[in-house]
T-cell receptor, first 110, second 113 residues
């Protein structure tokens, strides 16, 4: 059974720092991996989608990498801003469904 | 901009009541999903649909039911709400094509007293 784990569960950084969020999964037979952002009490917004054949995707200050063989993905946020404060979730697409991790709650202090 | 809507946004209701959570999308997406999320926890898939007249149960056992009579509409019903149903319910949709992003609604926060 696929399990998705995100470390750390919470992270607090000062504004301007570069940071890395980690995601690991137990079964490498995935179709793709997505990173989402969730603001408190809201739905999720898809940030980046990496196909299983790809190694990374970039959007603005965000860069996501995928190493399928080791079951790992990272989300790199450059020059963090207070507006980046949210919960970040990764999810793997397998068997026609997305399987989510518990998320990393990020707080960027001014 | 995602065009997927959930109503109500918040619902407080007494035990035993029948409720329906609405989810509609105007993107013509075939695949739709319902997830349940407790505070600080991961999302759990409770129902999904591949298209009209298609409904499947997800990974998390749920006492709710769903229907898919129209492409754009995927309501979730609880026949008799209980306090254990208190949670956030998130609806999502996608085209079903390979490697397409999933779009989420804003969620319904349900509290059963």
């Amino acid at each position: 059974k696929q399990e998705v784990t995100q470390i750390p569960a919470a992270l607090s950084v000062p504004e301007g720092e570069n940071l890395v969020l980690n995601c690991s999964f137990t079964d490498s037979a995935i179709y793709n991996l997505q990173w989402f952002r969730q603001d408190p009490g809201k739905g999720l917004t898809s940030l980046l989608l990496i196909q299983s054949s790809q190694r990374e995707q970039t959007s603005g200050r965000l860069n996501a990498s995928l190493d399928k063989s080791s079951g790992r993905s990272t989300l790199y946020i450059a020059a963090s801003q207070p507006g980046d404060s949210a919960t970040y979730l990764c999810a793997v697409y397998q068997g026609g469904k997305l399987i989510f991790g518990q998320g990393t709650e990020l707080s960027v202090k001014p | 901009e995602a065009d997927i809507y959930q109503t109500p946004r918040y619902l407080v209701i007494g035990t035993g009541k029948k409720i329906t959570l609405e989810c509609s999308q105007t993107m013509g997406h075939d695949k739709m999903y319902w997830y349940q999320q407790d505070p600080g926890m991961e999302l759990h898939l409770i129902h999904y649909s591949y298209g009209v007249n298609s409904t499947e149960k997800g990974d998390l056992s749920s006492e709710s039911t769903v229907s898919r009579i129209r492409t754009e509409h995927f309501p979730l019903t609880l026949e008799s709400a209980r306090p254990s149903h208190t949670s956030q319910y998130l609806c999502a949709s996608e085209t079903g094509a390979a490697n397409e992003k999933l779009f989420f609604g804003s969620g319904t926060q349900l509290s059963v007293l």
